[in-house]
């Protein structure tokens, strides 16, 4: 009996990126590939961001550097989190650009550098509303006087993290007036980075983008004036039964489906226990058999869901039903509304609940 399957196809990540570089134009693209890209393999996926021009690297936590660098990559990396002192040295060595909250952190890179005799860039994170990290805009100012004059470090950029669209105004108001005030201090920070993929969906947005789940092919619900992409990842389940009932059938747990008498569902090898989320039943989710699509009946189990095989649709055991696809009914964003959640979970619940993605070059 095989388990499910997860494909990840990297030259649909290259297509995504070069697609995101054609909708925001001169501005450049940086691909965020913190918790291992998702767990989808963040060498494999921060090479083919590369070869596709994204311009920089964004991470999480400072070791997840360490992989890219000892895999040769070479790109510039950004520690999007305010860099906590422990981990400056570290930063440092695997070339990682790192950013600060508070006049603390900037003093400890500071003597870093100087014993290093070298001068660093960084980045000053800024706190506009999601409470993450950063300095509150509203101290910007007082923050620009602290630390104008630390010996050795260049203040390359300044970032911010949107909670959602609601606040996004708001938060871009006050990254931009916190910006100000560190230039009015003399911090110069001319790279500004305040995009993910929603907030430039949402058209509000200001220099780098940082794009993350949009790499596999997200464009979170917008339907307008996005770039065409194509879903990167690929989950296949296999047939492990079929069967036609002769009279109405409870299906699964709860039983809230039935299958009346005629009815013709298919079990497939995947469940909850493989990362799929068991709100998809609920959603409307299908799977495709050799190109049908089957609605999902009953409540995902552990291990197993089962779906409805249309009348004159070919369905035997054995066969392979895609789950998440570059098709219609199972593309990335279709999957995640059925689910009611948004695409970084289900990626990353699908890296984690499934064997290592294989790889298509």
């Known amino acids: ?16 990126v070069a697609a995101w570089r054609e909708h925001v134009g001169d501005r450049e693209v940086w691909a965020v590939v913190k918790s291992d890209a998702y767990g989808l393999g963040a060498v494999d996926v921060a090479r083919a961001c590369i070869d596709a021009g994204a311009a920089r690297l ?23 989190f305010a860099t906590q002192v422990s981990d400056m040295p570290a930063a440092l060595t695997l070339d990682v650009t790192p950013s600060i ?20 860039n960084a980045h000053v994170a ?20 602290e630390i104008r ?19 996004m105004d708001a938060q871009m108001r006050a990254f931009a007036t916190a910006v100000a005030a560190l230039r009015e201090e003399g911090v110069a ?11 430039l969906l949402w058209g509000r947005s200001t220099g780098a983008v940082r794009i993350g789940a949009g790499l596999y092919g997200s464009v979170r ?42 009815a013709r569902i298919a079990t497939l090898r995947v469940g909850y226990a493989d990362g799929l989320p068991p709100a998809i039943a609920d959603g409307g989710g299908v799977a495709l058999i050799n ?14 869901t089962m779906v409805r095989v249309p009348a004159g649709a070919d369905a035997k055991i054995g066969d392979d039903a895609m789950i998440v696809g570059d098709a219609d009914g199972v593309r990335l964003d279709e999957v995640t509304s059925r689910c009611a959640t948004i695409p970084h979970v289900l990626l990353t619940a699908l890296a984690a609940g499934m064997p290592r993605p294989r790889r298509r070059a």
């Open 1 to 16: 009996m095989r388990p499910p399957r997860l494909l990840l196809d990297l030259s649909a990540v290259r297509h995504n």
């Open 58 to 80: 964004v991470v999480f936590d400072v070791e997840e550097a360490r992989p890219l660098r000892a895999a040769g990559i070479a790109a510039p990396i950004v520690h999007v």
């Open 101 to 120: 909250e508070d006049a603390a952190g900037a003093r400890a890179l500071s003597e870093i550098a100087q014993w290093r005799l070298r001068r660093v």
């Open 126 to 145: 800024i706190d506009s509303g999601t409470g993450w990290s950063g300095v509150p805009a509203s101290r910007a100012a007082e923050l620009g006087r």
């Open 149 to 167: 004059d630390c010996t050795g470090v260049v203040w390359e950029g300044a970032w911010t993290q949107v909670a959602g669209r609601d606040s």
């Open 189 to 199: 920070v001319p790279v500004l980075h305040a995009a993910a993929t929603g907030p």
């Open 221 to 262: 619900g917008e339907m307008l004036g996005v770039p065409e992409l194509h879903t990167a990842i690929d989950v296949r389940a296999t047939i492990i039964a079929v069967k036609t009932f002769d009279g109405a059938t409870p299906l699964g747990y709860g039983g809230k489906s039935v299958a009346e008498p005629g």
């Open 291 to 304: 190109g049908a699509a089957c609605p999902i009946a009953g409540a995902i189990g552990m291990n197993c």
